[in-house]
């Protein structure tokens, strides 16, 4: 059972709300709000709201389709930060060197979205993915290897040597 949640127009620039969202990314539920709570940052609240009502929307979609999800068992599923508007204000602030900036206040959009899926299945995947990549890493090194020993006219043995 896989539930969402956006919180929409927190204040802050989506740049420091994903420095706290990379702190949860992953985790059990439990986990992320404790991260949240203790976490000084400003956008910290907002997400912590916004992790709550996923919970919410969990459990509340599982009493619909009539099935059993715990809270405890959710975990973070996915979780990201889009930009939102910027309200640019007529007032200006003092810049150095006699230069004036114009005040600019930034908003971010929050969303997350929490599963009680079994999380091994996902893991698996990217893991399985980083072993293809090494593999192939490996693979292009040696043939370069082989191809270079081949223009000097030196012998595929003395290469690997």
């Known amino acids: 059972m896989e539930a969402r949640a956006s919180a929409k127009y927190l204040r802050g620039s989506p740049q420091k709300a994903r420095l706290v969202i990379d702190m949860i990314r992953g985790k059990n ?30 459990t509340e979609a599982a009493e619909k389709a009539n099935i059993a999800v715990d809270p405890d068992d959710l975990w973070v599923k996915a979780c990201f930060v889009d930009q939102g508007p910027t309200k640019n204000r007529r007032r200006m602030r003092p810049a150095p060197q006699g230069r004036a900036f114009r ?47 081949k223009n000097t006219g030196a012998s595929e043995k003395t290469a690997q040597e």
Not at 117 to 144: C, F, I, L, P, Q
């Open 29 to 58: 539920v439990n986990q992320a709000l404790a991260v949240l709570q203790y976490t000084n940052k400003r956008a910290a609240d907002g997400i912590e709201a916004c992790v709550r009502s996923a919970i919410a929307n969990a």
């Open 103 to 149: 005040e600019r206040r930034h908003f971010c959009h929050v969303t997350v979205l929490v599963s009680s899926e079994d999380k091994s299945g996902v893991a698996g995947r990217s893991k399985g993915a980083a072993v293809r990549a090494s593999t192939a890493k490996a693979g292009k090194s040696e043939s370069n290897r082989k191809h270079a020993a």
